[in-house]
């Protein structure tokens, strides 16, 4: 996982529990890189699952809530380091479908390494898309929270079904987009 990630979680902490509960969660955790993360640099996955848990435990927020809503403040952040992604999309389906063909294939030239989920997208009609999600890190809640900072900034409504999920044995995700009128 990348470092950028780690500094938003950081961040994200900081901002809603203080910089104690940062302090607290890393004196808990123990992490390896002693909780010092490059943008750029590379990191365990279980680091940030360790972190994530420990704070879910810390804040009484149960842990699917909390990863869903860094997915959305990573999001937001993600967008604020990168602006071009929205501006060259027009609307939320769009810009979802950008996702695999573009944006991960620009991450992959401005970041090392980094790890990405593969996805596979059906429009079903213009108000349904259907999403197919697939990564060894099995982290369909962070992806549904940055679909959720998606359709904030594009400003829409819309139902999400996650009726195929690899925690329930499934080989990949699946979401159901709905938008709302
Ligand atoms: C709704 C939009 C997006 C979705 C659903 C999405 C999905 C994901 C997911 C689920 C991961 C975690 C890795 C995995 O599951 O294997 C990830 C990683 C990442 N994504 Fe996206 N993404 C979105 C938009 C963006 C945007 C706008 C950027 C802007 C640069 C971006 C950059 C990254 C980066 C840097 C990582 C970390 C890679 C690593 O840790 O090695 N993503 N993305």
Redesign the pocket.
């Given at each position: 996982?990348?470092g950028?990630?780690f500094n938003i979680l950081e961040q994200m902490v900081i901002e809603k529990a203080g910089l104690a509960a940062w302090d607290q969660l890393l004196q808990d955790v123990q992490p390896a890189s002693q909780g010092i993360y490059t943008a750029g640099g590379?990191y365990p996955d279980e680091e940030v699952v360790q972190l994530a848990s420990r704070a879910s435990e810390m804040l009484d927020i149960p842990l699917n809530t909390l990863v869903t809503a860094f997915?959305s403040y990573?999001?937001s952040n993600?967008?604020k380091?990168?602006p071009v992604?929205?501006e060259q999309q027009p609307d939320f389906f769009s810009?979802?479908k950008s996702?695999h063909d573009v944006?991960?294939v620009?991450?992959r030239k401005?970041?090392e390494?980094?790890?990405?989920?593969h996805?596979r997208y059906t429009q079903l009609n213009t108000q349904q898309l259907r999403?197919e999600?697939r990564?060894?890190?099995?982290?369909?809640m962070?992806?549904e929270g940055?679909?959720a900072?998606?359709a904030e900034y594009y400003a829409v409504r819309y139902q999400l079904e996650h009726p195929v999920c690899m925690h329930k044995g499934a080989d990949h995700c699946e979401f159901l987009i709905t938008l709302e009128p």
């Open positions: 996982m990348k950028i990630v590379n997915g990573l999001f993600l967008v380091k990168h992604f929205v810009f979802l996702v944006i991960h620009e991450v401005l970041y390494e980094p790890s990405l989920p996805f999403l999600y990564s060894p890190r099995k982290l369909c962070l992806a940055l679909i900072g998606a």
